[in-house]
């Protein structure tokens, strides 16, 4: 239990100080309760001494009042400490997960499934978020009453005391023995709730794929077992619980009884007053109360130690930025020297080099697969070389902070990724302190001001997650307007126009234009035109490369003059 306790206390990072606030305030709110029980103690002294003026029982009001409004304030006060610790907790974690993912290397989203970190920052953070300050505050502020209340007990009775102790003591040993034996079910219980969220998500987002093929209902097996296996690992911790439970349950009232009986033979015997002997009672049961809200919140605890233990694992995602500085370069050319690269066993780049200068346009060129997205990417730092090195302005390129580094190079993509908020706001994504008419004039180069115009909210459209409401021409041209407003000195075009629509082609060959004027740019290209005007052509081939420019290539590599002959091929066929 201490263990569990000390990690949330350590989890909790700054909001630490709320959660003794909460502590120390429902301690007070404990002795508040005691008034409580001078309320009933002043009504019962006189039943016993046949007082039947008002004043025992205005002094059992006033009391009374005491203690209910203390109770509330006090109540309210450590709950709105502790609700805060829980979400704003959650809330940093999260924020951290978001940040170190920022630095993981692409491989690993390629090489790993990612329903560990999906469920970390969904369900996995809810346990902790809804129950881990509040868990605390539950179990500290139940063992200090009953604490409070055994010592009461003590002064009228130390026998009743006593017995208290036992059974307080037998309740706590039952309770620690059900928390060691739910160890081993809450790691698990925590990775299904992971798988779950991952394989809903996962269904939602291809349920397109799944109607077009009349696979609903079918074809979803791994769903279904995500279903089980969590619905399983649930039910087996309520297997643990409930017999413990029971037993719990029977060990209080068998001590409830004991302390009945002993309450009646030292009356009987005369050893105890009638009000001592109510009074003891009365504050016994409440002290068993405290105790099985202790025990409630033990139960709670390991799930939230094993949540807390899976939200601690996003540490160990390996990170590249870690002994980066922030570097500005004078010069923006680029040197590949003597790189390799592998995708775990296959091998896509062996012994590369390639010179850059600043201000030319290269394109990349090859078959599927021949490595120009990772060579493009490489340069990005998306991931890191297995040898060689590559450098931006003759620093190497692990030398530079990821933001200093993603600061100097624009990405256009060909899958473009836009996020579920306004288009103004996806425009200026890469410059989020951009004006408007800064977004507006990015908007008009890119040739999709119209279209943005032509919708309910202009710029203050809120377009769908992954810019599901766009077309994929829109989605480009959006993609296209952010990296004209980065204005970034290095860019990276990834096929960008090949979602385009043809009647806008020529307006966004002007935009390119503007975009590329003394940059630094790399085109992984496929259409002769751009292939043609590029000052380098780098052709990949079976993890080598072969560079020139288009007439020199034509007459050197076979590849090349085959990959030209076969576009100029498919440019002519006609119907």
Not at 46 to 56: D, L, Q, Y
Request: with cysteine; net charge negative.
């Amino acid at each position: 239990m201490l263990e569990a306790i000390k990690k949330i206390i350590s989890f909790s990072g700054q909001e630490k100080s709320k959660i003794y606030k909460a502590i120390i305030i429902s301690f007070f709110k404990s002795l508040f309760s005691m008034f409580r029980m001078a309320a009933i103690y002043f009504v019962l002294l006189a039943f016993e001494e046949g007082n039947t003026t008002m004043k025992p029982a205005w002094t059992a009001l006033i009391f009374l009042g005491i203690s209910i409004a203390g109770q509330l304030i006090l109540k309210m006060v450590a709950d709105l400490q502790a609700v805060h610790a829980g979400y704003f907790m959650s809330a940093y974690k999260r924020l951290e997960i978001a940040e170190r993912l920022k630095k993981v290397p692409m491989g690993y989203f390629n090489d790993n499934n990612l329903e560990q970190i999906t469920g970390t920052a969904t369900t996995v953070l809810d346990v902790v978020e809804n129950q881990g300050a509040n868990v605390l505050v539950l179990i500290l502020s139940g063992l200090m009453n009953a604490i409070v209340f055994l010592i009461c007990v003590l002064c009228f009775d130390w026998r009743l005391g006593l017995i208290e102790l036992v059974g307080m003591t037998i309740y706590m040993l039952i309770t620690s023995s059900m928390e060691k034996k739910s160890r081993s079910l809450s790691p698990v219980r925590q990775k299904n709730e992971a798988a779950l969220v991952s394989k809903v998500l996962e269904s939602l987002q291809g349920m397109s794929v799944i109607k077009s093929f009349n696979l609903t209902g079918k074809g979803d097996e791994a769903l279904k077992k995500a279903i089980d296996d969590n619905r399983d690992s649930n039910m087996a911790l309520e297997r643990l619980f409930i017999p413990y439970g029971e037993v719990q349950g029977v060990v209080l009232g068998a001590f409830k009884a004991l302390l009945l009986l002993v309450a009646v033979i030292l009356f009987v015997t005369g050893n105890m007053t009638i009000t001592y002997a109510l009074m003891a009672v009365i504050i016994s049961f409440q002290v068993f109360a405290d105790i099985e809200q202790t025990g409630a919140g033990l139960t709670v605890l390991r799930v939230v130690s094993s949540s807390i233990e899976e939200a601690e694992k996003v540490n160990l995602l390996p990170v590249m930025d870690e002994n980066g500085k922030e570097f500005t370069p004078e010069d923006h050319g680029i040197s590949i020297d003597h790189v390799s690269f592998s995708y775990g066993d296959n091998e896509i780049l062996n012994d590369v080099s390639l010179e850059i200068p600043e201000n030319t346009m290269t394109a990349f060129i090859g078959s599927s697969g021949a490595g120009k997205t990772t060579l493009a990417m490489l340069i990005a730092r998306f991931w890191d070389v297995n040898k060689g090195s590559i450098s931006i302005g003759g620093r190497d390129v692990r030398d530079y902070t990821l933001e200093s580094l993603m600061s100097q190079i624009s990405v256009v993509f060909q899958n473009v990724y836009l996020f579920a908020d306004t288009i103004e706001n996806n425009i200026k994504f890469g410059m989020s302190d951009a004006s408007h008419e800064q977004v507006v004039a990015a908007a008009k180069k890119a040739c999709c001001h119209d279209f943005i115009m032509s919708l309910p909210d202009g710029y203050s459209t809120v377009i769908g997650e992954g810019g599901a409401t766009l077309s994929g021409g829109e989605k480009q041209r959006i993609s296209i307007a952010r990296a004209i407003l980065k204005d970034a000195p290095i860019i990276i075009l990834d096929e960008a126009t090949a979602n385009v629509d043809p009647e806008n082609e020529d307006k966004l060959t002007a935009a390119f234009d503007a975009l590329t004027e003394n940059k630094t740019v790399i085109m992984i290209a496929h259409r002769l035109k751009t292939i043609r005007n590029a000052d380098k052509i780098v052709v990949l081939d079976g993890g080598a490369i072969s560079c020139g420019t288009h007439d020199e290539l034509m007459k050197t590599s076979a590849k090349y003059s085959n990959f030209i002959r076969l576009r100029e091929e498919a440019a002519n066929w006609k119907m």
